[in-house]
Nanobody, 123 residues
Framework: QVQLVESGGGLVQAGGSLRLSCAAS????????MGWFRQTPGKEREFVGA????????YYADSVKGRFTISRDNAKNTVYLQMNSLKPEDTAVYYC????????????????WGQGTQVTVSS
């Protein structure tokens, strides 16, 4: 079992940056593919990006490609989401998730979720 705790959310103006962190418990963090998702009220959870176990491969939604970067530090059991050039439409609760069964961009594939952190981008 792995527990995930996100941090780093907040209020930022459009064009600004934030870095989210997701700290994982346990000694098997490096064995998990990690994903980031976001959700706004009344909408389904949306894929943001994912990173391979080693960190050597990343995969992003088209809506954030070129603006967001996912990285991980396996020694610290932490995955990061660097968000630049933020837009009001990026406003959402952001979740990290671990260990997808197969498809990295499908929420139901993931076995473990954090509690989420709110990101609000003002115009």
């Amino acid at each position: 079992q792995v527990q995930l705790v996100e941090s780093g959310g907040g209020l930022v103006q459009a064009g600004g940056s934030l870095r989210l962190s997701c700290a994982a418990s346990g000694r098997t963090f490096s064995s998990y593919v990690m994903g980031w998702f976001r959700q706004t009220p009344g909408k389904e959870r949306e894929f943001v990006g994912a990173i391979s176990r080693s960190g050597g491969s990343t995969y992003y939604a088209d809506s954030v490609k070129g603006r967001f970067t996912i990285s991980r530090d396996n020694a610290k059991n932490t995955v990061y989401l660097q968000m630049n050039s933020l837009k009001p439409e990026d406003t959402a609760v952001y979740y990290c998730a671990a260990d997808p069964a197969s498809r990295w961009n499908i929420p139901n594939e993931y076995n473990h979720w954090g509690q989420g952190t709110q990101v609000t981008v003002s115009s």
